[in-house]
């Protein structure tokens, strides 16, 4: 018997709580099986301009999980907007959320209110992990005060669907950091994005990464991930969509007991691109 996973998020039905996180299922698009069984894709991260990334090498292996300073590359907003969004709207009906990056308010403005406009979008997931080159590189979601300033002005431009701010771990109190986005009008939190770390080559005695330091992911974070999402959940009263280092599905369920609605899959898929079917399989 097929049992019935599916959940409402913001109004949206999902299949599943399942979610392929940003960054590690491309556009959703040229995989050999159907991604429909899949509750939501969440896209490659997008800026205002197309990006080339940073130089390689951009990941590392680590033991129990990796390391990437991929830098956000992505072909721009309207490449999105104009082709990648509908490629997936051709082979995908399930929930799509548009990740969007950026580097001051106002670019993620711009970014909000083109996917707001966006027929094949259904969630737009801030992504507040990007540095600040107002504050000097710091990290945008690292700062209550601008984390408030880039929430209010993406929560202006984006009027129709829901906002959701994918808050970083690399902060002090987190949970924090979640209750300034809900003041600002976010509709939800996924929490959490990537731990930074480094790795030494030995036989150079330089860092390993071309940017020193990178995103720490996989199973090794799932503990501090959902210590994260039990936080977050305890200190605000929006939907929590909890991710790191899930790997199968009694983490998901893991992620739910500590307060998550959904929960999403993100290195996994780059050691399997089936990941998240065999999760919702398991579960
Ligand atoms: C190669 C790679 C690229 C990523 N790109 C993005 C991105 O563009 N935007 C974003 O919000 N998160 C990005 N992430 C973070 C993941 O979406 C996820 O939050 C993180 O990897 C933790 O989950 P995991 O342990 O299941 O991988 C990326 C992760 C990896 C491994």
């Known amino acids: 018997m097929v049992k019935d996973l599916s959940i409402q998020l913001f109004g949206l039905t999902l299949r599943n709580p399942v979610i392929a996180a940003s960054g590690t299922f491309g556009f959703g698009t040229g995989f050999d099986f159907d991604v429909n069984a899949i509750g939501g894709i969440a896209l490659k991260g997008t800026t205002a301009q197309p990006r080339g990334g940073n130089p390689c090498p951009r990941v590392a292996d680590c033991t129990a999980g990796m390391l990437n300073a991929v830098g956000l590359e992505n072909p721009g907003i309207d490449a999105l907007v104009r082709e990648k969004v509908p490629a997936l709207r051709e082979v995908y009906s399930g929930v799509v959320l548009a ?21 094949g979008i259904d969630i737009i997931e801030l992504n507040i992990s990007c540095p600040n080159v107002h504050a000097g590189g710091a990290v945008l979601g690292s700062d209550a005060d601008a984390t408030a300033a880039v929430v209010r002005a993406a929560r202006k431009a984006t009027r129709r669907k829901p906002l959701v701010v994918k808050l970083s771990p690399n902060v002090t109190d987190i949970a924090a950091i ?72 009694q983490d998901v369920v893991e992620m739910q007991l500590a307060g998550a609605a959904a929960v999403q899959v993100g290195a996994a898929n ?10 919702i399989n398991e579960l």
């Open 99 to 119: 990740n969007i990056g950026g580097f001051s308010a106002e670019e993620y403005a711009h970014c909000c209110e083109k996917a707001d406009a966006c027929e």
């Open 178 to 249: 979640g209750q300034v986005c809900e003041r600002e009008g976010a509709d939800g939190l996924t929490v959490a994005n990537t731990f930074l770390g480094m790795r030494i080559d030995l036989k150079t005695g330089k860092p390993v990464l071309s940017n020193t330091f990178g995103g720490f992911s996989g199973p090794a974070i799932f503990p501090l991930a959902l210590r994260c999402v039990w936080q977050v959940s305890h200190a605000c009263g929006i939907p929590v969509i909890g991710c790191g280092g899930v790997t199968r599905a």
């Open 270 to 279: 780059l050691r399997d691109p089936q990941a998240c079917l065999t999760i």
